[in-house]
């Protein structure tokens, strides 16, 4: 978590102007801007400013940016905290999965303690069956082995305790747009 703390900053600044929602695996963290909602999970609910389940206490189409960070790991049933991510996220809004690697060596330090880990193919399957458009490449974050924190980013998950995976909210228009008429040219010269 604390190899995060930058990727979490950068996706509240995002969007300035707009409100943000970071769902965490556990209170005490330091809250990033003054536009965001930080709630975190426990006992299968959301505490925070607000308390609440699923579906969240927000308006459809009203956040920015929401990041998950490691909640879907947890008690929260992934899917369903996926759609209610699509249904409050603006239309252009993005997603900010930060998720355990299954494939890490550092998973030895968390196995058999309660969060679960998926590989990202499975997660850019879930995202899009939520109704978002996920980027093709996870970014590996957080330590190898040790553990020392590491914000560096890598292309591709790794080896890396945690990588991010970020989708955006791609609505279409209700009005159909109209295909521009094709410009004709006559195939030869009138004879004169």
């Not at 556990?26 to 965001?36: K, P, S």
């Not at 709630?39 to 925070?48: C, E, I, K, M, P």
């Not at 947890?74 to 690697?101: C, F, S």
């Not at 790794?158 to 791609?170: I, N, P, T």
Request: net charge positive; aromatic share 4%; glycine share 10%.
């Amino acid at each position: 978590m604390d190899s995060e703390d930058e990727i979490v900053r950068r996706a509240g600044d995002e969007r300035p102007g707009q409100p943000w929602l970071r769902l965490m695996p556990t209170g005490g963290l330091a809250v990033v801007g003054e536009r965001e909602l930080p709630l975190y999970v426990h006992g299968g609910a959301f505490h925070g400013p607000v308390r609440c389940g699923l579906p969240l206490p927000l308006a459809s189409e009203s956040i920015g940016t929401v990041v998950l960070q490691h909640v879907a790991d947890g008690p929260v049933a992934a899917d369903a905290m996926l759609e209610e991510a699509a249904r409050v996220l603006v239309p252009g809004g993005r997603l900010w999965l930060l998720a355990l690697n299954p494939l890490a060596p550092y998973r030895l330090r968390w196995l058999r303690e309660g969060p679960t880990a998926s590989e990202p193919i499975r997660w850019r399957r879930r995202l899009r069956a939520a109704g978002l458009v996920p980027e093709a490449v996870s970014q590996g974050v957080g330590p190898r082995w040790d553990t020392v924190a590491n914000a560096t980013l890598q292309q591709g998950a790794g080896m890396r305790a945690a990588y991010l995976l970020r989708a955006e909210k791609r609505v279409s228009p209700l009005t159909p747009i109209r295909p521009r008429a094709t410009l004709r040219i006559q195939t030869g010269v009138p004879a004169a």
